[in-house]
């Protein structure tokens, strides 16, 4: 397969994009791909651009494959991904708040079925309500399964011998 050769037409292209691009990290990779194209080393590109010698090398790569669209677009992948704001996370919990405080048991797939209807998404991990709830304060709290002022079996045993005589 043979490589397309990039040139001076390309950095005169490139540094055209680049006058109309606002994203300063797409800015800075077409300046890395048009300074190469004007013939410049990878070491004196990198000290400019502030990027790796091997990454410059894969940016002409990808400018070579996809052009200046594979330049521009922002491959990274995760990073913050909020579903509601502050004030709509608040204004959504405080509906299961109420029905806590009338002493309703309220679970984590019920908060999270309501999640996932209201942002339209199918979490597949409860990961999502479990930190929505800890930024908010929320606290696990389960009712305990004997009562904790109750005797022990002895005087229970005890207490029924002597009421039933």
Known sequence: M??????????????????EISNKNAYRRLQAVALRCEGRQRGEVSEITGFNPQWIGHLCRVYRN?????LLKDGRKGGNHKNMTRNEEIAFLS????LAAKGQIITVNDIAL???EAVGVKHESLSTVY??????GWRKVAPKQYHPGKASDEVIETS??????
Not at 66 to 70: F, L, S
Not at 131 to 136: A, D, I, S
């Open 160 to 165: 029924k011998k002597l009421t039933m005589s």
């Open 114 to 116: 309501a999640y996932d």
């Open 131 to 136: 930190y929505l709830l800890h930024k908010h």
């Open 2 to 19: 043979k490589m397309k050769k990039i040139g001076n037409e390309d950095a005169k292209k490139l540094r055209e994009k680049m006058s």
């Open 95 to 98: 509906r299961f708040d109420e």
């Open 66 to 70: 996809e052009g200046t669209e594979g």
